[in-house]
């Protein structure tokens, strides 16, 4: 029974114990409050040095701006340190371990970020001040701190920034406020897309100024963040890659297209736009040109020698062959000495060098006038393969002149009437036999030399051949004459109805004796007017006009080698800028892109 009321008496007093908490707390506050000032240090001597512990907590990188070099923290600040007035028995204030007071109420450390970049300066929220029995206080004030930071963008878009952020009293020395530091912070930290966060070491300084011989504690915390660099590659150095590779195809392109300075100042616009857009991210600082600005430097001054390199390439290409012979230099250096180098031949070189007779064919029609448009038939007698066609019918009218006699069987070379040139002045390159035959004399004016030629032979020969050597016997070769100077070999009339046997019967004294000596003295007498003083000159007239066209197919042909000679050199100069320019590219990329420290780093965690 008595065991039972001391039960109930225990737990009545339990009860009643918890009850009285509040007015202890209520009481303890209104105690420790009363005579509290917040403006003084709190130290039970005014001589001793109040020790805070500081520490930093990060939560997230929000933002790093390299333009204003402003870096953009969400972070938590974490201050200790003991009060020496707000200390209690907890056993005289039941229930009571830890108090909480307003920042307004106790004494807190005026503690700031010194390279505050905020419009307020201070942009902590004033949380409150944690306090237990024994005076330690504990005080968090979270923020978004905004602050100044040296942005190094020399190795962008592989670099690592520091950004540092300098903690410190604003009012209280080291003698009065002594700061100590605590490792920071990271377990709490949100990743960010752009930035890795590497690690955030701190450090305590101490500064003495002129003004004054006590020291000025601070702490700073680095926040130590690499970029990821796989968007910058994507959009920045991929296309900046394969813009200078497209360089190269500037070399590749033939030299006719006439579009070769049109890649070249396209491809330096597209790395002027992509270098524009490199510097609206990039400070305007001279302190340090960044790696990505100089690999596209470097690009365009590759683009640019380039376009140089193709404005001499064209210039040998589209060389005045009128000019003077190849220079000697040239000759050495770029159709010698490069040439095999860079294992280059010549077009043909190697080659059998005598053509084949269809190639020899289009190479004459090639040369020869367009404007001939006379019908020719083959002649036995060989040509050589590399001459003209219209020489080659030259040859063919000599050989007519040389055997009137054979005119049936022999071609004939004559402009058609039907094909001719519908131009009023033809051209005397299309119609070299017209040309020939327009300076023969008429009929009128061989008359009388046929007939002192005619009288002479009968004086010589005797009366047997009167009846065919008088003006009768004149008719077909006048005919013949006149038609070969008018242009209608359909009306020619043969000499004689058996051309074959006179010819073979005429020797090389021009008569025979025997039977029928009258109708052969007529015919020689007919081939001697041929062959006299006017055909002569128009024989040699015709010599003439072949020997010039011979010289001029020599000049030309002189002339077109001197063009395939300075073409062949621009070939050289394309072939040699293309392997020059790919060894300079490919050591500027990876010279460039590697020289950044942390380049194998980057590559092994954002692109491996």
Known sequence: MWQAVALWLLIFVTLLSESVQGPHQRFLLRELLRDYNPMERPVANDSQTLIVQFSFTLMQVMDVDEKNQILTTNAWLQMQWYDHYLQWNQSEYPGVKNLRFTPDQVWTPDILLYNSAHDKFDATFKTNVLVNSSGFCEYLPPGIFISTCNVDVRWFPFDIQRCELKFGSWTFDGWLLDIQMKEADVSGYMPNGEWDLVEVPGGRHEVFYDCCTEPYPDITFVVTLRRRTLFYALNLLIPCVLLSSMTLLVFLLPANSGEKISLGITVLLSLTVFMLMVAEIMPATSD????????????????????????????????????????????????????????????????????????????????????????????????????????????????????????????????NPTHGDPSPNPQPNGHLPYMGFQSFPTTAELEPAQRNRAATHRRGSGGDGEGLAGPAGD??????????????????????????????ASGPSGLEAGGGAGRVAAIHTHTGVLRGGPVDNQLQALLVEVQ???????????????????QFAAAVIDRLCLVGFSVFNIICTFAILMAAPNFGEALSKDFL
């Open 288 to 415: 340090s040109v960044p790696l990505i600005g100089q690999y596209f430097a470097s690009t365009m001054v590759i683009v640019g020698m380039s376009v140089v390199a193709t404005v001499i390439v064209l210039q040998f290409h589209h060389h005045n062959p009128k000019s003077d012979h190849i220079p000697r230099w040239v000759n050495l250096v770029l159709l010698q000495w490069v040439p095999w180098f860079l294992r280059m031949k010549r077009p043909g070189e190697g080659m059998d060098p005598t053509l084949p007779h269809s190639q020899a064919d289009t190479q004459s029609k090639t040369l020869s006038s367009p404007t001939t448009t006379a019908t020719t038939t083959t002649i036995p007698t060989p040509v050589p393969a590399m001459l003209p066609q219209s020489f080659s019918s030259l040859q063919a009218s000599l050989a007519q002149f040389n055997h009137p006699h054979r005119f049936n069987s022999q071609a004939v070379i004559l402009p």
């Open 475 to 504: 008719t077909p070769i006048h005919h013949h004459l006149s038609s070969a100077k008018f242009g209608s070999p359909s009306q020619e009339t043969p000499v004689s109805p058996e051309p074959d046997p006179l010819a073979s």
């Open 548 to 566: 010039f066209l011979v010289e001029r197919v020599r000049e030309q042909d002189r002339q077109l080698s001197i063009v395939e000679q300075w």
